[in-house]
């Protein structure tokens, strides 16, 4: 159990106090921002919105991304403004040259640097890091690069949505024939950005006991393939069907998508056999729901067209909100899909701090707030943007630089970061599981409960007999995916003997994450209260689709769900044209990321303390970041256009035929010297030395001429061979690819992300890595995902020291088990045991 230390941040002095911002979690740290790069940026906000102090180096011309769109009404940068807030900005000119002198003694004397001058240096001086943290071992420092070393693409020039095409985030998304169809950039900087705060927040807590920081290189590439993993590995069993399907329509389960209603747009998305039904009843067409071939939704999804053809009319026959009001009553995971200007209308969101107020320059505007929503100790309720070189007041007076102090305690000294964490996982799916896997990853003993009656879902939601005989839930890669290096238990919660172990191993544990309904838990028996009762230092972390205190806590919900629900899709596409969906479940490993960053931070506040805390994670709210920009354009009176596929600052961008069938680039030139070259390699050196084509706004004039002379050259060619001859040239583009390309993909060959795992019934697999590393290569892979019940005896016996007689009574009475109930089977114990 962790020990309480206290190294200068009194307890009464955080979280809210009369309704005011006390001192953050966080303020005993200092973290030094270089470079510009959206990924850091964001890593050193999310330190700021708990009240580390950040200091961001800039140029005397100030951060690039000051100029980023779209803007605000006075000029703003949107997007700057919400990577930015909380933090102060010093000025460092790298011509002066006591430069690297003032950036090496600023360095020194910070907890954490992040670097993001391998995607744009913004004239930053040279240092010698090496040195430094051989003087400074506690510093924790992290470097970002577009697709880190050691590969093909390491010398790549990228945009954030050439990087999105090759890691299989564009290909599927858009009409049938093409060209697909992606979202405006930010996305990568938010997934990236989480990422390096969970490696900078990780190392925070192992340093505790060796007073050792750590050095982490993140590779935003990789970062993002946390939204194409499952796919990547459990397509080449579907490749039948895994094509682009039109817009709001994806590979693997139908429907999931957005669709018209009398007053409205609705998000829909049926996953099992029981919301299918429920959905067709609804809709008055029991007899689609009564048809075997369709109970699954990879069967509906071979018949989309004739099914859209006969619920599409029905649904335009009530308004959104209607359809929303009956779905809950049926359990059904739909909702509205709101625009831009319904977010700032929603009081909850301000109420809830998922948006807040934002002083940037003499304007008032709104941004998008931390989603990591701590009870106890809470983070900024809003802030300022700072001016260049604009220093902000802080409360850091508490500051302990490379803090080692304290003794006892289980964290550090194992080698991973969060060794000697133990997690009481009570998740399924992804979302869950993808938080707590990457706690897993990082050092945590993770103890993963299930129950023979309801195991995790991602094991399949097949409950016949043909199904739960030939073990098929031990043979999903998905399953495998999000739950390796972790121990898994059964336990039957609905039965007093039941719950009185996971109380056991609750009072043992570090922290508790749960993805049920709200109200799951509480019902058991085993809400917070309950728990905290028997373990103060307990960090637990609701992961529910709209948040505990939300008005629509009842809401079922998957990650298309929260995507539907963000805002998101309403910026996505062309302007006479739906709101668009990005991903079949892009909620699920955003959700999960945020609450790892979430649990990190809390249970940083519980080392330093001794008190735990309860986390009210909305993975709603977890996805309004990648909206952010025009939430704050639209709080400001503006409104920024669709892009489509083009962009606001770069002239040309797009996604463009090449040869063959449905084989697509993304090209961009993001610079009057990258727009140069481009001109010259597809043979119009003319354009490269007209003046009147110099500019992106110039050249906006004639972009539909500029796009068709650059597919008309991409179209002779393959596409890797194009993108190998751009970027020869410098000049950023990607290859649009399928997530199963990654299979084969050199670059991740090179850099060792995939690992084999052997493992009970599927035999040696795959298993994606880390996007962040400690060195060349990533964290090996210690142990395969659990069998259902594979750790019983370990757990029951080694940890809460059951007899062998207990266990087996435990057995046959259905506590705990190791093979999965059919439907016949489950309805049998139900009648048999209920307390």
Not at 243 to 270: C, D, H, S
Not at 321 to 333: D, H, M, Y
Not at 383 to 404: C, F, L
Not at 599 to 619: E, K, P, W, Y
Request: aromatic share 8%; glycine share 10%; hydrophobic share 40%.
């Amino acid at each position: 159990m962790l020990v309480s230390r206290d190294r200068g941040v009194p307890v009464n002095q955080c979280g809210l106090e009369n309704g005011n911002y006390q001192m953050g979690v966080l303020s005993h740290l200092r973290v030094v921002e270089i470079g510009s790069s959206a990924p850091t940026s964001y890593c050193a906000r999310l330190f700021a919105d708990f009240g580390a102090e950040v200091q961001k180096v800039e140029p005397p011309s100030g951060d690039p991304l000051r100029c980023c769109a779209p803007l605000t009404d006075n000029g703003g940068s949107a997007w700057f403004a919400f990577l930015n807030f909380n933090k102060s900005s010093i000025i460092i000119n790298g011509g002066d040259p006591d430069a690297p002198t003032e950036l090496t003694k600023l360095i020194e004397d910070c907890d954490i640097l992040v670097d993001g001058r391998d995607v744009d240096p913004a004239d930053c001086p040279l240092f010698d890091i090496t040195a430094i943290r051989q003087r400074r071992p506690g510093l924790i420092y992290l470097e970002a690069s577009w697709f880190g070393r050691g590969g093909q693409y390491t010398d790549f020039c990228a945009t954030d949505s050439t990087v999105r095409a090759l890691a299989g985030l564009i290909k599927l998304v858009g009409p049938v024939e093409g060209p697909p169809l992606h979202a405006p950039d930010f996305q990568t900087g938010i997934l990236a950005g989480l990422w390096a705060f969970i490696g900078a927040a990780s190392s925070v807590l192992g340093r505790t006991k060796d007073a050792i920081g750590r050095s982490w290189s993140l590779s935003i590439f990789e970062a993002n393939l946390a939204l194409s993993e499952e796919f990547m590995l459990e397509a080449p069993a579907r490749a039948d069907v895994m094509r682009r399907m039109g817009i709001n329509r994806f590979w693997p389960t139908f429907p999931a998508g957005i669709y018209e209603t009398k007053q409205g747009w609705l998000g829909v998305t049926t996953i099992t056999p029981a919301q299918w039904r429920a959905f067709c009843s609804m809709l008055g067409l029991s007899e689609l729901g009564d048809d075997p071939a369709l109970l699954l939704g990879i069967g509906r999804l071979r018949h989309f067209e004739h099914i859209e053809r006969q619920f599409i009319p029905r649904l335009k026959t009530r308004t959104a909100q209607e359809w929303f009001a009956e779905g809950l009553k049926r359990k059904i995971p739909i909702v509205p899909v709101p625009e831009i200007s319904d977010l700032l209308k929603d009081a909850e969101k301000k109420v809830r701090r998922a948006i807040v107020p934002v002083q940037f320059g003499a304007e008032e505007c709104l941004s998008v707030g931390s989603m990591q929503r701590l009870t106890l100790t809470p983070p900024r309720p809003g802030g300022k943007v700072p001016a260049p070189g604009e220093q902000q007041t802080s409360a850091n007076s508490q500051r302990h630089i490379g803090t080692a102090s304290g003794s006892g305690g289980r964290i550090g000294g194992g080698g991973l970061p969060l060794h000697g964490v133990r997690v009481i996982d009570f998740t399924m799916g992804w979302a869950g599981p993808l938080c707590t896997r990457t706690l897993a990853d990082l050092g945590a003993d993770v103890i993963k409960i299930e129950a023979i009656q309801y195991p995790d879902w991602w094991r399949g939601v097949d409950r016949r007999p043909a199904y739960v005989d030939a073990q098929m839930y031990e043979k999903t890669i998905r399953f495998c995916i999000m739950n390796r290096n972790k121990r898994g238990i059964t336990l039957d919660l609905k039965r007093w003997q039941g719950r009185t172990l996971a109380k056991r191993l609750v009072k043992g544990a570090d922290i508790v994450v749960d993805n049920y309904s709200v109200d799951v838990l509480p019902k058991l028996g085993l809400g917070y209260d309950v728990l905290r009762a028997l373990n103060p230092r307990l960090v637990m972390m609701s992961m529910s689709a709209f948040g505990v205190s939300s008005v629509r806590r009842d809401c079922r919900a998957y990650g298309s769900t929260l995507e539907q629900g963000s805002g998101l899709p309403s910026v996505i596409g062309h302007p006479d044209g739906p709101p668009v969906m990005g991903h079949v479940a892009f909620g699920d490993a955003v959700g999960g990321l945020n609450g790892c960053a979430a649990v990190l931070v809390a249970l940083i506040h519980a080392q330093n303390t001794g008190r735990g805390q309860f986390i009210d994670l909305a993975q709603v709210e977890c996805m309004m970041p990648f909206a952010a920009p025009w939430i704050t354009v639209h709080s400001t009176g503006e409104s920024a256009p669709k892009y489509g596929n083009r962009h606001p600052q770069f002239v040309p961008h797009g996604c463009f035929r090449c040869a063959g069938e449905d084989n697509w680039i993304v090209v961009a030139a993001t610079n009057e010297d990258m727009w140069q070259r481009l001109a010259i390699r597809i043979g119009r050196p003319d354009w490269a030395t007209d003046a009147s084509m110099k500019t992106a706004k110039a050249r906006r004039t004639v972009e539909v001429d500029i796009e068709k002379a650059v597919e008309a050259w991409t179209i002779t060619r393959d596409a890797e061979q194009a993108m190998f001859e751009l970027q020869s040239a410098k000049i950023a583009a990607g290859v649009a690819r399928l997530p199963n390309d990654l299979l084969k993909d050199r670059h991740l060959g090179a850099r060792g992300f995939l690992q084999d795992v052997e493992r009970a019934f599927i035999g040696q697999h795959p298993q994606p890595s880390m996007p962040i590393r400690e060195a060349t290569r990533p964290y090996g892979i210690r142990n395969p995902a659990p069998t259902l019940g594979e750790h019983n005896k370990e757990i029951l016996s080694g940890l809460l020291g059951l007899s062998d007689a207990e266990i087996a009574q435990l057995a046959s009475e259905g506590i705990i088990g190791t093979a999965m109930l059919s439907e016949g089977e489950l309805e049998k114990a139900n009648m048999a045991s209920s307390d």
